[in-house]
């Protein structure tokens, strides 16, 4: 019995309790077997897939070259590419028991919880994931946030190009996915959405079509500094009457970048950034994936 397929019929079927047993002790007595022939510990999700095809997604033992750790594995189709994907980041501050990364402070409003820039300062906060030496060539993920202030979606600051979230890998910042918050869902105007009906907004090649962008301000006139709970920003929904093409952006709210044969072990960094003390989108959800 392959222990994939075993676990798969306890997770799928109403085995008997003394099945189940039995069928625990014939996985156990293979991953003796599996271990004997082989003491290493996979080092990516991927390589477990490659190993077992039927893994099932879940938590798993990995190694780096000096220690070992459990990631989480997704083991199914994503980003339109087959499974063995590696989780580096994952937060979903909708669970009262999760804690903003170290820096960012706790927005709370109508039972909504995110987090942001929230000390009112001037640029970006950010967050890096070790890739523990993974060697990857696809990035695929996801991010959901709010509007908070008169964000403007691009703007012309020599530091800040990005009002909103970007995810970049390395040192240097190589750009991954831009995640751009609009002044408005029904304007045209060089603040909001570049993908906004009529917008004149020119995206730089640095980004190029690898951004979403949205805005949780439904009137035309520039937002307060509250929280738009009511519609968040990047997950493909709520969009107002110009907003059509930004909700219709390919893959959405999935992100993805597939580098091809090119690879890289650089951490991931996600920044939050607004160019005004009062404005900020800060993140309620986001889980980014390797492979």
């Known amino acids: 019995m392959d222990i994939v397929d075993a676990l798969s019929t306890l997770e799928d079927t109403g085995t008997s309790t003394a099945g189940v047993a039995n069928d625990i002790l014939l996985i156990a007595q293979e991953l003796l077997i599996l271990h004997n022939q082989s003491t290493t510990i996979p080092i ?150 570049p993908c906004n009906t009529g917008s004149t907004v020119s995206v730089p090649p640095s980004i190029g079509n ?22 968040p920003l990047w997950d493909g929904q709520g969009c107002g009457s110009n907003e059509t093409a930004c909700c219709n952006a390919p893959g959405i709210p999935w992100f993805h970048r597939d580098y091809g044969s090119n690879t890289f072990t650089d951490y991931i960094e996600l920044r939050v950034c607004a160019n005004y003390h009062d404005e900020d989108t800060p993140i309620n959800y986001y889980e980014i994936f390797v492979k």
């Open 44 to 193: 990516s999700c991927k390589e477990i897939k490659e190993r077992q095809p039927l893994s099932l997604s879940g938590v798993y033992l990995l190694s780096n070259t000096s220690s070992t750790y459990t990631a989480y594995c997704n083991m199914k189709e994503l980003c339109n590419s087959n499974g063995g994907w590696t989780r580096l980041a994952y937060l979903d501050i909708s669970d009262a028991t999760q804690n903003c990364p170290s820096g960012f402070g706790l927005y709370q409003s109508g039972g909504v919880r995110a987090c942001g820039k929230k000390t009112l300062h001037n640029g970006c906060i950010s967050v890096q994931f070790p890739s523990h030496n993974i060697s990857y060539s696809q990035v695929c993920g996801r991010v959901i946030g709010y509007l908070y202030g008169s964000i403007d979606g691009l703007v012309a600051s020599p530091d800040i190009i990005v009002e909103g979230a970007i995810i970049t890998h390395g040192p240097s910042r190589q750009h991954v996915w831009s995640l751009m918050a609009g002044n408005s869902e029904v304007g045209s105007s060089s603040n909001s959405c």
């Open 210 to 231: 690898n951004y979403f962008c949205e805005s949780g301000n439904p009137t035309s006139g520039n937002p307060s500094q509250i929280l738009y709970t009511s519609d």
